[in-house]
């Protein structure tokens, strides 16, 4: 038999031969294009109609059941990917950070009403001014901040306030469930607003007609307000699908008298009550300086000890620089606060109500650290205090507060487990269905805080996979240390002082929260 070869028989296999060895030490090279499986969607329009206005973790977690945990879909020519597992999510966004730790583009919130001045929308790193950011927020608010004196007392007066309200509220005729969530976030805001410009909203003065007599003048530069008008524009521009100006970022040039530009007036209202925000308190915080009168807070202690220079790396800032910097840094906190805290805590009150036996345990650990002491225990007991730090961290997964997190976006093209993702891309991690997941969190709909405290590893991996509430990689939370003790020590105050319980609403069959003042009730906590 002849076994010689043509010229071109040989490079045939030449190249063959060059494909398989390609393919053996890079699987993934046959597959270049391919782009992770997801349901089919119409022409140009792609998914826009799959995906409802509200809830949509939980149609994403449909398609993650039929598809598996990396859901390709497209929103108007945008690809998009769902990460259902923390496996996914884990590798993409926090081993490789470095590609997906931007945000997308947000016209309306971010461009036409100025959200991006924050860290929220901020490029990720290497930008100097996001690193800037995140070194702030360290400061201020990470782990060794928080047992500075100033934060603790601002944190005990606003939870004094805080059982204060809740204790009117509940002895009052309207026990409306949103006037009990209006005065949790009334709290939040004015907690937010104490630590960063030293600003009390119910500040105790001698009155001057009734000589000698405490008084108290309530929030005379009206900020709760100013705050909850900008976080209002901030909740609106950012709705997902809310403004079309977001999936064709032209329509943003189009002049405001041009049929259907209207948004361009709904920007500029939302613009003013950002820019309220940003300069009515720091305006207070520099008077106050000026007059050497005020309340040490993080604004200040930046002009004190920080500014002018305050360098994001290397880089001396101008004055005008250093102040856009603490504006933004400021109104982060409350973009980033103001609603999750106070949602986890609406979550925990219906946990209760719900839960009884969980409750009691709770209770009777408090009964047994603070024994008969008349102080409330704080975040300092928390390792006295195993049930209720359990109890905080089910109230994060059962109650997960952000549960799509905030999206990220592909810097460059990728392959992962043999797909192109392709930059542009833009990522969001299912938190909700990672939190739900049957295996990590057995019966995940029931509220257990029991499933975090067995001394097996199971119970140890439940504890660290429930911080993916606070997302991941280089954009994690960074307010999740304020977050855990303020929750923390807002759960141990209510249920030292109150026994919460469903009760049925006397003008219709829905049922509300009740706070039993039975438990301690000798007691007096008092605000100063
Ligand atoms: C229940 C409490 C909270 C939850 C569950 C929560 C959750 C989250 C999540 C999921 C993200 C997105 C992370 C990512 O992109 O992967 C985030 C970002 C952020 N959070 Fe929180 N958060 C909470 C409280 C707070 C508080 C109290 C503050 C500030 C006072 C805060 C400030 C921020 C900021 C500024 C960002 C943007 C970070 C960045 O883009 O680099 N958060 N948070």
């Avoid at 102080?375 to 507060?401: F, H, N, Q």
């Avoid at 990590?440 to 509430?469: C, I, N, Q």
């Amino acid at each position: 038999m002849d076994f010689e070869l043509s010229t071109r028989q040989s490079l045939l296999l030449a190249f063959f031969v060059v494909l398989v060895v390609g393919y053996l030490k890079n699987p993934s090279l046959p597959s270049r294009n391919r782009s992770p499986p997801g349901p089919k969607g119409y022409p140009f329009f792609g998914h826009v109609f799959d995906i409802p206005k509200n809830h949509q973790w939980l149609k994403f977690w449909e398609w993650n059941k039929i598809y598996g945990d990396i859901v390709y879909i497209n929103v108007l020519g945008t690809p998009n990917l769902i990460l259902g597992s923390l496996e996914a999510a884990t590798d993409l966004l926090e081993t490789r950070g470095n590609i997906y730790s931007d945000r997308p583009r947000a016209v309306m919130a971010g461009e036409l009403v100025g959200w991006d001045r924050g860290l929220g929308y901020s490029p990720g790193p290497p930008s100097t001014r996001f690193r800037a950011f995140r070194r702030l927020f360290h400061t201020f608010i990470g782990p060794r901040a928080l047992s500075s004196n100033s934060v603790k007392h601002a944190q005990e007066l606003c939870r004094l306030r805080l059982l204060h309200r809740i204790s009117k509220w509940s002895r009052s005729t309207d026990k409306l469930g949103s006037n009990l969530a209006n005065i949790v976030r009334e709290c939040t805001s004015s907690f937010i607003l104490l630590l960063s410009y030293g600003y009390d909203t119910e500040r105790r003065v001698e009155r001057e007609i009734d000589e000698g007599e405490l008084g108290i003048i309530k929030d005379p530069l009206d900020l709760v307000q100013i705050v909850e008008d900008a976080m209002l524009g901030f909740a609106r521009a950012s709705e997902p699908g809310a403004f079309w100006a977001d999936n064709f970022p032209c329509l943003k040039y189009i002049p405001v008298w041009f049929p259907g530009a209207s948004f361009h007036r709904v920007a500029a209202q939302m613009r003013t009550d950002l820019e309220r925000l940003y300069d009515v308190p720091l305006n207070y915080v520099k008077q106050c300086m000026a007059n050497g009168k005020y309340t040490p807070s993080f604004v200040s202690t930046y002009f004190e000890d920080m500014a002018p220079g305050y360098r994001g790396d290397a880089e001396v800032m101008t004055e005008a620089e250093d102040e856009e910097l603490i504006k933004a840094a400021a109104a982060s906190l409350y973009s980033g606060g103001a609603e999750t805290t106070p949602s986890s805590m609406m979550s925990f009150i219906l946990a209760m109500t719900l839960y009884p036996d969980v409750q009691q345990r709770a209770q009777e650990e408090l009964d047994r650290v603070i024994g008969s002491s008349d102080r409330l225990p704080t975040w300092d007991d928390r390792d006295r205090l195993p049930y209720l730090e359990a109890i905080v961290k089910e109230v994060w997964r059962w109650g997960v507060s952000v549960p799509l997190g905030l999206a990220h976006v592909a810097r460059e093209d990728d392959v992962y487990r043999g797909y192109t993702i392709k930059k542009g891309t833009v990522v969001w991690a299912n938190i909700w269905s990672i939190l739900h997941d049957p295996i990590m969190f057995p019966e995940p709909s029931t509220f257990s805080p029991d499933r975090y405290l067995g001394s097996d590893d199971h119970s140890k991996l439940a504890s660290d996979a429930v911080m993916v509430a606070f997302g991941f990689g280089r954009r994690i939370c960074p307010g999740l240390h304020l977050a855990e003790s303020s929750l923390f020590s807002a759960i141990a105050g209510i249920l030292t002082v109150f026994r919460i319980e469903k009760a049925r609403d006397l003008h219709s069959d829905n049922f509300h929260a009740k706070f039993d003042h039975g438990r301690r009730s000798r007691r007096k906590y008092s605000a100063s």
